[in-house]
């Protein structure tokens, strides 16, 4: 008769501590917390891709500019600032600008902002070379790095690509000369130019791709200036 108390002390004993484990919300937490993992967004990752990416962008615009700074035989290539559209007018002529697709006022803003980019680093720029496009040379005024160099290899060929190849060829080979001198050449040009140079790059407006030929005369990305 002694044994049944004794059994049913130990039962509801253990029964009190497994609920007291179940319901207890401190000790449900302290168990939850070691292994509970960030909040995930519909993309796996995205806020810490997001941050990753910001930080090496960062790194690397130092970096971009440190390079200029003491470096020999650099190039950027630089498209024009920020005008709004795809392409020309049908009525296009490359004399009347008005028949062009122009800067727009955030543009010009964004072309100014970048020469003086340059010079609050000290940028040394030899040269400043522009498509004749009327937001190309606006772009390359704009910056005020140099007296502008209209430069017809550096011209769009969105529309006829027939001239693409000896067009880019021209640019390299000017790459390729400038490898051993002193001074930075900045060239204003187009999205599709850019891109027959430097294949895997997209460049937004007023964005820039830095390019220097190698000791093998390859030309090779260094790195990219984001648009400012």
Not at 161 to 182: D, G, P, S, Y
Not at 195 to 219: F, H
């Amino acid at each position: 008769m002694t044994r049944r108390p004794i059994i049913l002390g130990f039962s509801a004993v253990a029964l009190s501590l497994i609920f007291k484990r179940l319901y207890n919300p401190d000790e449900e937490k302290q168990a939850v917390e070691p292994v509970k993992q960030p909040k995930q967004s519909l993309s796996p990752n995205q806020e810490s891709s997001a941050s990753l990416s910001a930080t090496e962008i960062s790194t690397t615009k130092a970096a971009i500019w440190s390079i200029l700074q003491q470096g020999r035989g650099y190039v950027v290539l630089m498209r024009h600032a920020l005008a709004p559209g795809i392409g020309d007018p049908p009525d296009f002529r490359l004399s009347d600008c008005s028949t062009q697709r122009n800067l727009s006022d955030e543009g010009r803003k964004q072309a100014i902002r970048t020469g003086k980019a340059f010079k609050s680093r000290n940028i040394q720029v030899s040269r400043v070379l522009s498509s004749q496009w009327c937001r190309c040379l606006d772009t390359a005024k704009l910056i005020n790095l140099g007296a502008v160099e209209p430069f017809p290899p550096l011209n769009s060929f969105f529309l006829n690509h027939t001239t693409e190849f000896k067009q880019t060829a021209q640019v390299r080979q000017l790459i390729l000369n400038h490898r051993n001198t002193a001074g930075v050449i900045v060239m204003i040009t187009h999205e599709v130019n850019i891109r027959a140079i430097a294949s895997d790059i997209y460049p937004e407006s007023g964005e820039s791709v830095v390019l220097r030929a190698n000791k093998k005369n390859q030309i090779e990305v260094v790195g990219q200036i984001r648009a400012i």
